[in-house]
């Protein structure tokens, strides 16, 4: 080996050194436009215009053109006048208003609600069954996949199992609030809501509706006193959010949840542990209904329940 003068050694260390340091940019470069590490308070979830323009590309397009146009893409499901972006807004990715943001991160996961761990394709399909008051899509389906493979694009660079502060489901509310459904009536004129959503409840067009036939099923999570007051509270009036007090979302969580909408078959096996919210408006194993609105049946009983997961090795019956 040819011996270098010690000028010379230390010279190659430090361009060793460099090289090194240069060679990791050159693997972050690799992953041009993504964020690698992740870095909670900096993280920003992908939008539109950051999809891709392949086959992948277009089945994520596909997917959040799904969440848009929900019963407009598929009658025989989105039965009611509701789109998932009713409630998720911004295209899932609002923090306010149960945001979609990381969830391909957050599943497979416990539902103490079902007494079981279910896939993400499971948890969209509670939400088709409850929230939209539909059917549950086949999980083979294409459109299941789509939605999938848009829900996995608005979690990139999200480790498994983070759950990201401020991106974590609704905002808590106090549980102190009590509503009161008479005041929730005069602030429904009051605060507007009456000007879009219709003294019926029913909406109008793109606007969802409130109450009535084609509105979320009493086993939605919206249907619960304060998770509808956090939505109301952070989301609504369209025009002005964040106008209300918690005492005045409450009242009109009240008054939109004593009116009659669609049942949800199979409710009563919900939280089979035992440990309902106190708020739910349906009696479950040791606990009993709060103040349970009229229902309407459903037109379609066998779509509208999530089976859970079946055994099908040697612990199968
Ligand atoms: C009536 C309002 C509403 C509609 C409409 C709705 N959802 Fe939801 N969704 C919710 C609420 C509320 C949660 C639970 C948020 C929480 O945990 O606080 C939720 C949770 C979810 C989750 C789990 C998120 C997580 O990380 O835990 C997914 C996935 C989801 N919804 C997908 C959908 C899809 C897809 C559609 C359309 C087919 C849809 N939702 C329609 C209200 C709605
Ligand atoms: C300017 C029209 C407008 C006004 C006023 C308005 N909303 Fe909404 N609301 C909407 C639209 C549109 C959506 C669906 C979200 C979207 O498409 O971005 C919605 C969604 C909702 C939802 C969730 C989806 C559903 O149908 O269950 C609730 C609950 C709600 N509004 C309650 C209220 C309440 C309570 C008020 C009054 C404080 C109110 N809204 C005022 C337009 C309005």
């Known amino acids: ?113 079902s007494g079981t761990v279910i896939a993400l394709a499971d948890r969209v399909n509670y939400c088709f069954t409850r929230s939209l008051a539909g059917n549950a899509i086949p999980v083979g389906s294409r459109e299941m996949t789509d939605i999938l493979a848009y829900l996995a694009f608005i979690s990139k660079d999200v480790p498994i199992g983070t759950r990201i502060a401020g991106h974590d489901g609704l905002i808590s509310m106090p549980d102190t609030l009590v509503g009161d ?29 409130l109450w009535g036939a084609k509105s979320y099923s009493v086993g939605a999570s919206m249907a619960r006193l304060e998770r509808a007051a956090s939505f109301i509270m952070h ?27 669609p049942d949800s078959p199979g409710k009563e096996n919900d939280w089979p542990m035992g440990g309902a919210p106190a708020d739910v408006p349906y009696a479950t194993k040791g606990h009993a209904a709060f103040n349970p609105p009229p229902l309407l049946p459903r037109a379609n009983p066998r779509g509208a329940a999530v089976p859970n997961p079946p055994v099908i090795g040697r612990g199968a019956q």
């Open 1 to 113: 080996m040819r011996r270098l003068p010690p000028a010379a050694l230390a010279l190659a260390l430090t361009t060793a050194t460099l090289a090194c340091g240069g060679r990791e940019e050159i693997a972050d470069a690799a992953h041009a436009g993504s964020a690698v590490v992740f870095t909670e308070a900096a993280w920003q979830p992908t939008r539109e215009a950051d999809i891709p323009a392949d086959s992948m590309g277009a089945s994520i397009t596909r997917g959040l053109y799904l969440l848009r146009f929900t019963p407009e893409s598929l009658p025989a499901y989105a039965t009611s006048n509701l789109r998932c972006t009713s409630c998720h807004q911004d295209d899932g990715l609002d923090p306010k208003a149960a945001p979609l943001t990381g969830s391909h991160a957050r599943f497979p996961k416990y539902m103490s609600r």
């Open 181 to 209: 459904i008479a005041r929730g009536e005069a602030l429904y004129t009051a605060k507007t809501c009456v000007t879009c959503h219709g003294v019926d409840g029913a909406g109008n067009g793109p606007i969802p509706a």
């Open 235 to 261: 989301n609504m009036p369209q025009t002005a959010p964040g106008s209300l007090t918690p005492q005045e979302a409450f009242d009109l969580s009240a008054y939109i949840n004593s009116h009659p909408r």
